[in-house]
């Protein structure tokens, strides 16, 4: 079992920055993929950053890519999102996901197995 906590979100004004983080409770290199997701209020669930753990692979949509960094420190057993120029279409739950497997495809949701229970991020204009 892993657990999954996130931390940092908050309720900032557009253009503002925050940097989410979310701590595993074992080693990061003990998996293999961790990602972020978010749900907007009647909308759903999409994933937008995935890292591995054990190289430099990063995949960020061109949606967010150049506002949105995703980075771990696997000393620190943490992955961290740094998001920048926030938006208010950027108000979501923010989760983020861990998997075992060697192979996913990029933010298919059942591909991770375990989940944090999220972090609120509000963006107002």
């Known amino acids: 079992q892993v657990d999954l906590v996130e931390s940092g979100g908050d309720s900032v004004e557009a253009g503002e920055s925050l940097r989410l983080a979310c701590v595993a409770s074992?080693?990061?290199?003990?998996?293999?993929?961790m990602a972020w997701f978010r749900q907007a209020p009647g909308k759903e669930r999409e994933g937008f950053a995935v890292i591995s753990t054990k190289n430099d692979y990063t995949d960020v949509p061109n949606s967010v890519a150049g506002r949105f960094t995703i980075s771990r420190d696997n000393a620190k057993n943490t992955m961290y999102l740094q998001m920048d120029s926030l938006q208010p279409e950027d108000t979501a739950m923010y989760y983020c996901?861990?998997?075992?497997?060697?192979?996913?495809?990029?933010?298919?949701?059942?591909?991770?197995?375990?989940w944090g229970r999220g972090t609120q991020v509000i963006v107002s204009s």
């Open positions: 074992v080693k990061l290199d003990e998996l293999f993929y």
């Open positions: 996901a861990a998997s075992e497997r060697r192979a996913i495809s990029r933010f298919q949701g059942s591909d991770y197995s375990y």
